[in-house]
């Protein structure tokens, strides 16, 4: 593994060791996506922004620039995040620090699952992951980093 990935391994890990939720719920949600989506507009950035609990869909919004496509991909990198439990970014990381491609190694079909940066577990504290906040439209690193920082907004951190 290179000092580069394991140092982003290391990073991501912690970011998810931190940004625990006391409580999520639609309302929740709703400021979540409130907040996510103001942060977007005061760096100018055309995403999508969706935020789901398993199976349910709690936030949407498609902010001018965004596709369809991008509803796409948050779909898939929200899967890898219920799957594993961990952020789409991380879990991509994982493969690579270990010599492979998620796409070729995870045996997950890469039309419903995409680990690339972007979607993020919403992990309430004493239960564990109840669903997943995602963005697509940046650069993976950036999708993760707009998240991150909506998370923190979100939790006054």
Request: proline share 2%; net charge negative.
């Amino acid at each position: 593994m290179s000092v580069a990935v394991g140092e982003l391994i290391a990073r991501l890990e912690e970011d998810e060791a931190r940004l625990v939720l006391d409580r999520f719920d639609n309302d929740d949600a709703w400021r979540l996506g409130l907040a996510l989506t103001e942060l977007a507009q005061e760096q100018g950035a055309a995403v999508t922004i969706g935020i789901r609990r398993v199976n349910q869909r709690l936030f949407h919004r498609a902010l001018p620039g965004t596709t369809a496509d991008n509803d796409h991909w948050i779909d898939r990198k929200c899967r890898v995040v219920l799957h594993y439990e961990e952020s789409s970014l991380l879990v991509g990381a994982r493969f690579r620090a270990k010599g492979r491609t998620f796409e070729t190694a995870s045996r997950l079909d890469p039309r419903r699952y995409a680990a690339h940066g972007g979607a993020f577990p919403l992990r309430l504290g004493g239960t564990g992951v109840i669903g997943a906040v995602a963005v697509s439209g940046l650069a993976q690193e950036a999708d993760h980093a707009l998240v991150v920082e909506g998370l923190e907004r979100f939790l006054g951190l």
